[in-house]
């Protein structure tokens, strides 16, 4: 179901229509900070402007880097709805804020047309899963989570503390192996993080798990080192399982805004990063930072944390997000826009 058919069905009288699942319901509670705070944005914008003309674009244009959408973003939705205004000879209000929507939602869609959102898992075999990320990020806490939820799948996870340096890494993990009933291969402090993954690879073949989720340190200080770092972790995977890591997760704070894009740009520079977690969406009104990602990195979100609970860690759905971002938004008495 597209964005503006969940709109219409939200606006119909049926109940069987209008029932909204489980994971929408967790989407529209965990972006409800972003929404009210982008809806606030908007509100203020056309309270201010009586028409359409450049003093307002560049007020949008503002309002948009301020919802962390993105600098690049901001500017070609502004530029793209000059165009349309003109074209369509929009003067209402409610017109010009479904149109922005509208080119939000379409440049969305559009970034990640060949997109995959879900988890590349093997069949029949082990999935190896890297997570990298700095210190705070939630890496640790994705990570349990993750492995209560595959545990509760039917899977067998095993977890790898490969962040030997990090002060208290080691124990965090054991805790959340403890809270989600997981065994975590671990070494000493200050060990070698590359013989951590080979134990634990070694276990999870021998006692045929599914999936071996590995934590590792994220050290962007040093990039050079946390380079080869990783590159000396996938040496160790590969030399055991060819076709692994399936994926290297990037675990980023939601609530960092920009700090997060800039820090995915840089862990892009030095791993082959195969998607993002974000973490603390629930937490945050800087939700708009998905579509600054997508649109300006082209990473595929996998994962989302939209709330505390072990089960609160959500495979990603765009029209779910796009949704639970914008539903409020729309005005319902103005005609959807016309290709």
Avoid: C
Avoid at 35 to 54: G, H, I, P, Q
Avoid at 177 to 192: F, I, N, P
């Amino acid at each position: 179901m597209g964005f503006f058919d969940k709109i219409k069905k939200a606006f119909t009288g049926d109940e069987e229509e209008t029932k909204v699942d489980e994971t929408t319901e967790k989407y529209e509670k965990g972006l409800e900070k972003t929404r009210k705070t982008f809806s606030e944005k908007m509100n203020e914008l056309f309270a201010n402007f009586r028409t359409v003309d450049e003093d307002f674009f560049d007020e949008l244009e503002e309002a948009l880097i301020g919802a962390d959408v993105g600098f690049d973003t901001a500017i070609k939705i502004t530029e793209e709805l000059r165009q349309e205004v003109k074209l369509r000879n929009v003067k209402k209000s409610g017109e010009v804020q479904n149109a922005i929507i509208e080119k939000l939602v379409s440049m969305y869609e559009s970034e990640g047309a060949d997109e995959q959102n879900s988890l590349n898992m093997v069949e029949d075999g082990l999935t190896v899963i890297l997570f990298v990320g700095v210190n705070g990020v939630g890496k640790t806490t994705s990570i349990g989570k993750l492995a209560y939820q595959l545990k509760n799948n039917g899977k067998k996870v095993i977890l790898a503390a490969a962040d030997t340096f990090r002060a208290g890494a080691i124990d965090q993990l054991l805790v959340w192996g403890e809270r989600s009933g997981v065994e975590v291969v671990r070494g000493k402090a200050g060990g070698d993080p590359a013989a951590v993954v080979y134990d634990a690879i070694e276990k999870a073949i021998a006692e045929q798990a599914d999936v071996l989720l590995v934590d590792t340190a994220g050290r962007l200080q040093n990039k050079v080192n946390l380079m080869k770092e990783l590159e000396k972790i996938k040496r160790v995977i590969q030399r055991e399982i060819p076709e692994a890591p399936q994926e290297v997760l990037l675990v980023l704070d939601a609530t960092t805004g920009q700090n997060a894009l800039v820090q995915a740009r840089q862990f892009k520079e030095t791993t082959d990063v195969t998607g993002l977690v974000l973490s603390k969406l629930d937490g945050t009104a800087k939700g708009g930072i998905v579509l600054a990602i997508r649109n300006e990195l082209h990473l595929p979100v996998k994962l989302v944390g939209l709330g505390e609970g072990l089960d609160d860690l959500e495979i990603f759905e765009p029209t779910e997000f796009v949704y639970g971002l914008f539903n409020e938004l729309l005005d319902p008495t103005v005609s959807e826009p016309q290709e």
